[in-house]
């Protein structure tokens, strides 16, 4: 038989029984359409999830802090200490995966000073790595990136406009630096043609001692970046240059604690989020505990995970429903055709086409609610979309960060395999009733009257 | 002569029901050349549909062989005997057994469908052997629509259709009235003889017997008398019936003396 001529007798005998394969077909659509939203639920929640974490923070990015809380197996918080030092941080450049690690060292008591004249001071300044700082991601308006061993100086997008005259006494910092409508004032010192240096003072008994003066090779300007106020009020500075100024003051104060060649602080740049779960499985390894978004996102996925199976659960089982109506409805039209088809048995059909006839019909009837399972899924997503919330939903609402997003999300993958899903599940439940088909006794069916 | 093209090979075959036995056919040895028309006679439950059904490989016999071309369709697996059909085969049913959703054109090419034919070839073989049978101004026409004997013309014309070696018919007429059964015999012994094909035909009626050049003639699941029928020696049908009622008669009074004979024993 031509594949044509199986697919126009399989189609005829579903439009000679047209209620019934309606009602069939109904089975279909509310099973598929009931998994759709299901899973687009899952897939949105999990989007709304990765778009509040994402809100927080650049998620390839790992912290190590020396001082360290971990939550023990009883849920009670650990004080914990990490060494880090850069014997560590050699170790970690080395790991894979891994795309930039810098400790992050920071001092307040410092001053800039541009022309001589006008001075920025007590902003705090962080040291980082002269590599890494473009791995970090940072961007800049003006400038370029420092090369190894350069020394530099970037300012967040708001700190320069504070530079000011030290002598000239002030009387209102808001006028100074703000017009009466909010907006700022041009910054009394064009940095891009300044010089400028950077030193360190103490306060010590009622006397500023000033330190030793640092020029910088290059000046920059950063990019803001939407969800990360450094690149809005700090500066950056190579880290030799900010460690040199906190040494001279941890002399001046005598302070014993502070030791050369420790950090509190060392961020990680993870080529990908799995990469970045990958260091962190890696540095627990080594005792040394890590904080990253990737591990809030973890807990929350875990959370979200039982309530999307259950979810997936619910839609499998109109689908399974579904499938038992197929089978149902081949079986009794089998039961009803036994005469027809005994004799197109005697009329030399071949076994295999009938088989393939009774396929073809329950994988249409799964096709066909398959694609109206989609229409009928985008209404409903449409619906839940206009008039839910998507707070109410998933566990990133109960962090009490509340993001515009969707409820329910279909991506066209999911269209597709639902639509092919569909169709396999119909093709499995036409199966057994196909087989039964091709043994009806082609003799028993001429007799029967 | 040319080669059978059917040979049966003392066939038997029994029934078990329960625990007990009945034996519909036993020792049948036949064989039967292209192009006869041959008739199988009996009255009722002398085991000829049974016979029909096992040269037609729709049933497997309890003992011996079925041949048709050469092949031992006892031996063949239902998905071969499918095939084979397909190819050699083809049925006309007592009770029509049109597919009742189809139109008559459509029922006829039902066969060149399953044998893969194109449509153009198909609806064109479809119509001609259609109007052969007479039925060319109700193509489309559905089987409810049709009359007893209309309907059997369309079964006869899906059975011829896609040319085979063989067509069996159990019963063709046995629903019909004498008029209709008349034309429907001339209709399908025409176009038999005019391709060249081999009817086997199932009988309880001796006047549709007198139509067939070969007679086979079963009494209790025997065959008792094989009669080849030289249509010139008799002037008209009359004479022909007259003589097939003797020789069964004759027939008849053999076997139950036979029987009594063995019960003087
Ligand atoms: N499936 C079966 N199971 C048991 N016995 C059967 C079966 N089919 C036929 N028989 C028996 O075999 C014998 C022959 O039956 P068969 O149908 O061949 O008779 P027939 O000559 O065609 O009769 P009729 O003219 O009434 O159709 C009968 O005694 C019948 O009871
Ligand atoms: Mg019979």
Not at chain 2, 121 to 141: D, E, M, Q, W
């Given at each position: 038989m031509k594949?044509?001529?199986?697919?126009?007798?399989?189609?005829?005998?579903?439009?000679?029984?047209?209620?019934?394969?309606?009602?069939?077909?109904?089975?279909?659509?509310?099973?598929?359409?009931?998994?759709?939203?299901?899973?687009?639920?899952?897939?949105?929640?999990?989007?709304?999830?990765?778009?509040?974490?994402?809100?927080?923070?650049?998620?390839?990015?790992?912290?190590?802090?020396?001082?360290?809380?971990?939550?023990?197996?009883?849920?009670n918080y650990q004080d914990k200490r990490n060494l880090l030092n850069d014997e560590l941080v050699e170790k970690i450049k080395k790991l894979d995966g891994v795309v930039a690690v810098s400790p992050f060292v920071s001092v307040y008591e410092n001053k800039i000073v541009a022309n001589r004249t006008y001075e920025l001071q007590g902003q705090e300044i962080y040291g980082i790595d002269a590599e890494a700082f473009e791995q970090f991601g940072y961007e800049l308006e003006y400038g370029d990136f420092p090369k190894k061993g350069e020394t530099f100086l970037f300012f967040g997008t708001d700190t320069y406009y504070r530079f000011r005259n030290p002598d000239k006494p002030v009387y209102d910092y808001f006028k100074e630096f703000y017009n009466t409508d909010g907006t700022p004032k041009p910054p009394k010192v064009d940095i891009k043609k300044a010089k400028i240096y950077i030193s360190g003072f103490s306060w010590n008994d009622e006397r500023k001692y000033e330190f030793k003066?640092?020029?910088?090779?290059?000046?920059?300007?950063?990019?803001?970046?939407?969800?990360?106020?450094?690149?809005?009020?700090?500066?950056?500075?190579?880290?030799?240059?900010?460690?040199?100024?906190?040494?001279?003051?941890?002399?001046?104060?005598?302070?014993?604690?502070?030791?050369?060649?420790?950090?509190?602080?060392?961020?990680i740049k993870a080529a990908d989020i799995n990469s970045a779960e990958k260091i962190q499985n890696t540095l627990k390894e080594m005792g040394i505990t890590t904080y990253g978004l990737s591990d809030m996102r973890e807990s929350m996925q875990k959370q979200q995970g039982t309530l999307q199976m259950i979810l997936g659960g619910i839609g499998a089982m109109s689908l399974i429903v579904a499938a038992i109506g197929i089978a149902n409805t081949m079986v009794m039209s089998i039961y009803e055709r036994t005469k027809e088809i005994g004799v197109m048995k005697v009329l030399g059909c071949k076994l295999s086409n009938i088989k393939s006839m009774f396929l073809i019909e329950s994988s249409v009837i799964g096709f066909i609610g398959g694609i109206f399972g989609v229409a009928l899924s985008y209404v409903a997503s449409f619906l839940m979309n206009k008039f839910m919330n998507a707070s109410s939903l998933g566990s990133a609402g109960n962090f009490g960060i509340v993001t515009e997003s969707a409820v329910s999300i279909i991506p066209w993958w999911l269209v597709l395999l639902s639509v092919v899903f569909s169709t396999v599940v119909g093709l499995i439940s036409g199966y057994l009733p196909s087989c039964r088909a091709t043994r009806i006794s082609a003799l028993e069916a001429i007799k029967s009257e | 002569m040319s080669e059978p093209i059917i040979k049966v090979d003392n066939l038997r075959k029994v029934y078990k029901l329960g625990t007990q036995k009945v034996v519909a056919l036993d020792n049948i040895n036949l064989e039967i050349y292209p192009g006869e028309i041959c008739c199988i006679l009996g009255t009722s439950g002398s085991g000829k549909s049974t016979l029909l059904n096992m040269l037609a490989g729709l049933e497997k016999p309890s003992r011996g062989n079925v041949f048709i071309n050469n092949s031992s369709i006892s031996q063949m697996s239902e998905k071969e005997l499918v095939d084979f059909r397909q190819k050699y085969l083809g049925f006309v049913f007592q009770s029509y057994n049109l597919i009742n959703s189809m139109t008559a054109l459509e029922n006829v090419t039902l066969p060149l469908v399953f044998k893969g034919k194109n449509k153009n070839f198909r609806v064109k073989a479809a119509k001609n052997i259609l109007k052969t049978v007479g039925l060319s101004s109700h193509l489309n026409h559905k089987p409810s629509q049709m009359s007893g004997g209309q309907q059997q013309r369309v079964g006869i014309a899906r059975a011829f259709v896609s040319n085979p070696s063989v067509v069996f018919a159990d019963e063709p007429t046995g629903n019909l009235d004498s008029k209709t059964t008349d034309e429907i015999m001339k209709i399908m012994l025409d176009v038999a003889q005019s391709f060249g094909q081999t009817l086997v035909i199932v009988t309880h009626d001796r006047d549709i017997a007198s139509y067939a050049n070969r007679i086979f003639y079963l009494f209790d699941g025997r065959i008792c008398y094989d009669l080849h029928v030289n249509k010139e020696l008799y002037g008209n049908r009359e004479d022909l019936l007259h003589h097939i009622q003797e020789?069964?008669?004759?027939?008849?009074?053999?076997?139950?003396?036979?029987?009594?004979?063995?019960?003087?024993?």
């Amino acid at each position: 038989m031509k594949i044509k001529d199986i697919f126009s007798m399989a189609l005829g005998n579903l439009m000679r029984r047209k209620l019934r394969t309606f009602l069939t077909v109904i089975g279909v659509i509310v099973g598929a359409a009931a998994i759709i939203v299901m899973i687009s639920l899952g897939i949105a929640m999990n989007k709304s999830l990765d778009d509040t974490i994402s809100e927080m923070g650049d998620l390839t990015i790992i912290e190590l802090n020396t001082y360290a809380y971990t939550i023990d197996d009883n849920g009670n918080y650990q004080d914990k200490r990490n060494l880090l030092n850069d014997e560590l941080v050699e170790k970690i450049k080395k790991l894979d995966g891994v795309v930039a690690v810098s400790p992050f060292v920071s001092v307040y008591e410092n001053k800039i000073v541009a022309n001589r004249t006008y001075e920025l001071q007590g902003q705090e300044i962080y040291g980082i790595d002269a590599e890494a700082f473009e791995q970090f991601g940072y961007e800049l308006e003006y400038g370029d990136f420092p090369k190894k061993g350069e020394t530099f100086l970037f300012f967040g997008t708001d700190t320069y406009y504070r530079f000011r005259n030290p002598d000239k006494p002030v009387y209102d910092y808001f006028k100074e630096f703000y017009n009466t409508d909010g907006t700022p004032k041009p910054p009394k010192v064009d940095i891009k043609k300044a010089k400028i240096y950077i030193s360190g003072f103490s306060w010590n008994d009622e006397r500023k001692y000033e330190f030793k003066k640092y020029n910088v090779q290059k000046v920059g300007i950063l990019k803001q970046k939407e969800n990360d106020w450094m690149t809005q009020y700090s500066i950056f500075a190579d880290i030799e240059t900010v460690n040199k100024i906190l040494s001279e003051n941890a002399k001046a104060n005598n302070n014993r604690d502070f030791k050369p060649g420790e950090y509190n602080t060392v961020k990680i740049k993870a080529a990908d989020i799995n990469s970045a779960e990958k260091i962190q499985n890696t540095l627990k390894e080594m005792g040394i505990t890590t904080y990253g978004l990737s591990d809030m996102r973890e807990s929350m996925q875990k959370q979200q995970g039982t309530l999307q199976m259950i979810l997936g659960g619910i839609g499998a089982m109109s689908l399974i429903v579904a499938a038992i109506g197929i089978a149902n409805t081949m079986v009794m039209s089998i039961y009803e055709r036994t005469k027809e088809i005994g004799v197109m048995k005697v009329l030399g059909c071949k076994l295999s086409n009938i088989k393939s006839m009774f396929l073809i019909e329950s994988s249409v009837i799964g096709f066909i609610g398959g694609i109206f399972g989609v229409a009928l899924s985008y209404v409903a997503s449409f619906l839940m979309n206009k008039f839910m919330n998507a707070s109410s939903l998933g566990s990133a609402g109960n962090f009490g960060i509340v993001t515009e997003s969707a409820v329910s999300i279909i991506p066209w993958w999911l269209v597709l395999l639902s639509v092919v899903f569909s169709t396999v599940v119909g093709l499995i439940s036409g199966y057994l009733p196909s087989c039964r088909a091709t043994r009806i006794s082609a003799l028993e069916a001429i007799k029967s009257e | 002569m040319s080669e059978p093209i059917i040979k049966v090979d003392n066939l038997r075959k029994v029934y078990k029901l329960g625990t007990q036995k009945v034996v519909a056919l036993d020792n049948i040895n036949l064989e039967i050349y292209p192009g006869e028309i041959c008739c199988i006679l009996g009255t009722s439950g002398s085991g000829k549909s049974t016979l029909l059904n096992m040269l037609a490989g729709l049933e497997k016999p309890s003992r011996g062989n079925v041949f048709i071309n050469n092949s031992s369709i006892s031996q063949m697996s239902e998905k071969e005997l499918v095939d084979f059909r397909q190819k050699y085969l083809g049925f006309v049913f007592q009770s029509y057994n049109l597919i009742n959703s189809m139109t008559a054109l459509e029922n006829v090419t039902l066969p060149l469908v399953f044998k893969g034919k194109n449509k153009n070839f198909r609806v064109k073989a479809a119509k001609n052997i259609l109007k052969t049978v007479g039925l060319s101004s109700h193509l489309n026409h559905k089987p409810s629509q049709m009359s007893g004997g209309q309907q059997q013309r369309v079964g006869i014309a899906r059975a011829f259709v896609s040319n085979p070696s063989v067509v069996f018919a159990d019963e063709p007429t046995g629903n019909l009235d004498s008029k209709t059964t008349d034309e429907i015999m001339k209709i399908m012994l025409d176009v038999a003889q005019s391709f060249g094909q081999t009817l086997v035909i199932v009988t309880h009626d001796r006047d549709i017997a007198s139509y067939a050049n070969r007679i086979f003639y079963l009494f209790d699941g025997r065959i008792c008398y094989d009669l080849h029928v030289n249509k010139e020696l008799y002037g008209n049908r009359e004479d022909l019936l007259h003589h097939i009622q003797e020789i069964f008669d004759t027939e008849k009074q053999k076997i139950s003396q036979s029987k009594e004979n063995s019960e003087v024993e």
